[in-house]
């Protein structure tokens, strides 16, 4: 509709449009792509802001780590992160599935990934509910939930993200040539398992 | 009616708005009587359930508009597994005013609506400017009391910074660096619309505060923990409306990042890009880089305030400098992304006004990325009297020093480009000139507050006031007034009138120094700043400067007239009245709805004014391009 007002402005041009003239690609990295990693440099110093908050509570402050008569469960932890780490190698084998037009390799891929992910998170939350302290309690608790809940937060992005390319799968789309659809949600994917890694051995571990 | 309220557009957002709202307060509700606490009494809501109300409608309610606006509705569309389809551009341009007020794809849109909207609040933080002078007018109260004047200045500084500033700078470039760079729109063009609309509703937000309960945010636009965590609930609007504009800046420089690395017309290598889209290249990095660290400093803030966290709450082991820390982490580089995209807009101005290659090119470039960089380094400058550990100030008065040379090395290059050039002074390059002064007495006020022991002394006093309007009113407003007259005829297919932009500068240069030059004086006399009285020795100088702010506000409307009356009946303007060699100006004014009929080739550098025979781009795809150039063939592949 509004693209017929536009020919008529045209009309005294030799050449007709029906849209805009295809634009150079100066680049051989992919606009979606560079945008997500764009993206996740954003979301590494939004996780930088939250390690400076931990930085100061527990290093210049000097704060008791984890806070007196509190703590931390290591060993569950470290099962809830062998399983969010096993996710990325899963979402790994549904790209290279689909890679090689396998079809049932790319939904089996996906749906593992996507179950991987909710059982993590489904850990986390059961965790917060037997830790046995709350963010109120004290700055520790504090950076505690805020640290794990931050990325919590990420996981449920990258879960919906990952939701919609299971749907996607199972509706017929991406092929080996089509699947720069399910490439970015799974950097994105990559990204919030890295950074697990990174919390659990700063809030856990150390 | 009933398809108004069905088709996406601001008739839906409004009806989304209201049920965004009830949504926030029912959750409330039934969460309060799940968990047993009181809602209901004396027939109305409790206080603490209104707050709580409140604040939660400001978090999920603008969201609840940008669905409705229709902001969303592609992305709804992938989600529910329909197959992807490119950005049409069915939405592109704009044929009435209508256009302005939907979800518009068009880059040359969004950017008159961000110039349009920045422009908009920079009135009303203009008014507050008024009103905070008025009120310091004469020693003792006039009209406001000390919170009320907290409050004027808090949100005069917050919509300058977050909504008009930055904004304006975004909105500038989003018109005109896609058509620079030879694109036919930027990267991500539902993003941009996206990026667009949360800015209206920070904006709204900030403004809307004074009718909170308690009265509008007054911690300042620095909002330092813990007395911004222990406000009455206007602080709100400024925790999250930061959130808003924030996230808007993100996608932007993001946006503008994709765009000119991915986007370039062949032969626009980075060593022939205009400064232009180099200020804004630095610019995004920057943004993308540190404005994560003001929402975190807010989301803390905001779980402190809300939930009761213990980030800034020192008996529970929280650490308030840390609040200090995070914030200036952002907010140093933040007056680099105040600052760069008008370095840009000079760089352009003075290269075509004074008929000159611009002087050190890739010096500037270069130069430009040194800031970015060395903007990391410097924060704490900002805390020199905070009570952190001393050994701090040192490096950071070092680096804060060092960071004037490529600053420096940027002033040096446009006095260079001016030397024996054939100067025109016009409206634009009046401002131009007018930037380079008045920054530089900035500068200079910049280095004199690095050295810690000045630093010291005039701490929280008006010497700070007097540096940020010289850096901010003097550097950047003066560079948007410079980069609005030079593309106003680009943008609007309209000159400006001449006349009216000469009486503009002079009026505003003259009162601008007037009211901000004797600040100075006060402040290192010890007059403190944000404060609603003063000793009455200062009383002689504070009329003067308040007079001469009334001048300088009156200024501003001889401006808006301008634009307003040229743009509904100025003369026409012709595709390239400066005769400047940049794309941009090789379209028709406006340019046509898809910026080219076909992306044009880049041959060589986009300043080589006075070279006989230069051409930056031919409006012509390559492979046409190149046989007609059989001796600058060779330079058209270097950048490919
Ligand atoms: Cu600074």
Request: hydrophobic share 45%.
């Given at each position: 509709m509004a693209a017929a007002a536009h020919l008529g402005s045209h009309e005294h041009e030799d050449h007709h449009h029906h849209g805009p003239p295809e634009a150079n690609r100066s680049s051989r990295v992919d606009p979606a792509t560079l945008g997500m990693m764009l993206f996740i440099i954003s979301e590494i110093m939004v996780f930088g802001a939250f390690f400076t908050a931990y930085f100061f509570i527990r290093?210049?402050?000097?704060?008791e780590w984890p806070a007196e008569g509190d703590h931390l469960p290591k060993l569950i932890a470290g099962f809830n992160t062998a399983i969010l780490v096993s996710s990325s190698f899963t979402l790994h084998y549904a790209q290279e599935a689909i890679r090689k037009d396998n079809r049932r390799g790319l939904q089996l891929g996906m749906l593992v990934t996507f179950l991987l992910g909710a059982t993590f998170l489904f850990i986390q939350i059961n965790e917060y509910v037997h830790?046995?302290?709350?963010?109120?309690?004290?700055a520790q608790g504090t950076i505690f939930y805020g640290l794990t809940g931050l990325h919590g937060a990420h996981v449920t992005i990258g879960l919906v993200l990952l939701l919609f390319v299971v749907i996607r799968s199972f509706r017929g789309h991406y092929s080996s040539q089509s699947h720069l659809g399910m490439e970015v949600p799974g950097i994105y994917w990559h990204f919030v398992d890295v950074m697990w890694i990174v919390v659990y051995l700063t809030v856990y571990i150390i | 009616m009933t398809a108004r309220l069905r088709a996406p557009g601001l008739t839906r957002a409004g009806l989304f708005l209201v049920l965004g709202t009830l949504f926030c307060a029912a959750i409330i509700v039934a969460v309060r009587e799940a968990y047993g606490y009181p809602v209901f009494a004396d027939g109305g809501i409790v206080p603490k359930a209104q707050n709580a109300i409140l604040l939660l409608s400001l978090l999920i309610a603008p969201l609840w508009f940008l669905v409705g606006l229709g902001a969303f509705d592609y992305w709804f569309y992938w989600a529910a597994g329909k197959r992807t389809r490119p950005e049409d551009h069915s939405g592109h341009g704009a044929t009435s005013w209508k256009d302005y007020f939907r979800v518009n794809t068009d880059h040359k849109v969004i950017g008159i609506q961000y110039v349009v909207t920045s422009f908009f609040f920079m009135l009303i933080g203009g008014l507050l400017a008024m009103l905070v002078r008025a009120e310091l007018?004469?020693?003792?109260?006039?009209?406001?009391?000390a919170n009320a004047f907290n409050g004027l200045f808090s949100v005069h500084a917050s919509l300058m910074i977050f909504l008009f500033i930055i904004p304006v700078f975004a909105g500038l470039a989003n018109y005109v660096l896609p058509l620079m760079i030879g694109a036919p729109d930027m990267a991500f063009p539902r993003l941009n619309a996206l990026s667009f609309w949360m800015l209206p509703i920070a904006g709204v937000m900030m403004t809307a505060s004074f009718f909170a309960p308690g009265g509008s945010f007054s911690t300042g636009w620095t909002a330092y923990a813990p007395l911004s965590t222990s406000a009455p609930i206007g602080q709100m609007f400024f925790t999250i409306g930061v959130q808003f504009a924030g996230a808007s800046s993100i996608a932007t420089a993001l946006n503008f990042l994709v765009t000119i690395i991915t986007m370039r017309a062949p032969g626009m290598s980075f060593w022939r890009m205009p400064l232009l889209v180099w200020a804004n290249f630095s610019t995004s990095l920057l943004v993308v880089i540190a404005t994560p660290f003001i929402a975190a400093s807010q989301f803390f803030v905001l779980f402190d305030y809300a939930l009761g966290f213990n980030f800034f709450r020192p008996e529970r082991d929280?650490?308030?400098?840390m609040y200090q820390h995070v914030f200036w982490f952002y907010s140093h580089p933040a007056v680099y992304i105040m600052m760069l995209p008008g370095f840009g807009i000079i760089s352009e101005v003075l290269a075509v006004k004074a008929?000159?290659?611009?002087?050190g090119y890739r010096m500037m470039a270069f130069s430009l990325l040194a800031i970015v960089l060395l903007g990391?380094?410097?924060?704490?400058h900002h805390m020199f009297v905070s009570g952190m550990q001393d050994w701090i100030r040192i490096p950071m008065m070092v680096t804060t020093a060092i960071i004037a040379v490529p600053t420096g090395i940027k002033i040096f290059s446009w006095l260079a480009t001016l030397w024996k050039g054939v100067l025109h002074m016009d409206t634009p390059m009046l401002w131009a000139l007018g930037f380079i002064t008045m920054f530089t007495l900035g500068g200079i006020s910049g280095v004199v507050l690095a050295m810690v022991p000045m630093d010291i002394y005039v701490s929280d006093t008006y010497f700070i006031v007097a540096h940020i309007h010289y850096v901010l009113y003097g550097g950047s407003l003066f560079t948007i007034y410079a980069g609005v007259y030079y593309w106003f005829p680009k943008m609007t297919g309209r000159m400006f009138d001449e006349r009216l932009g000469k009486i503009h500068f002079w009026m505003t240069f003259v009162s601008f120094n007037a009211t901000f030059g004797p600040m100075h004086l006060v402040g290192v006399k010890g007059m403190p700043r944000r404060v609603a009285d003063y000793a009455e020795e200062f009383a002689a100088w504070n009329l003067f400067i308040s007079l001469s702010s009334f001048v300088l506000g009156l200024s501003t409307l001889v401006f808006i007239y301008n634009m307003v009356a040229s743009w509904r009946g100025g003369r026409r303007a012709s595709a390239n009245p400066w005769r400047a060699l940049t794309l941009e100006w090789q379209v028709t004014s406006p340019p046509p709805v898809f910026n080219f009929d076909r992306i044009p080739t880049v041959v060589g550098g986009p300043y080589e004014y006075g070279v006989p025979g230069h051409v930056h781009g031919i409006m012509e795809p390559a492979e046409e391009a190149r046989p007609k150039q059989a001796a600058g063939a060779s330079s058209a592949e270097e950048g490919v």
């Open positions: 290093v210049v402050g000097g704060a830790v046995g302290f709350s963010p109120q309690d004290h | 007018a004469a020693p003792g109260s006039q009209f406001v009391d929280g650490d308030i400098l008929r000159k290659p611009i002087f990391f380094t410097v924060w704490a």
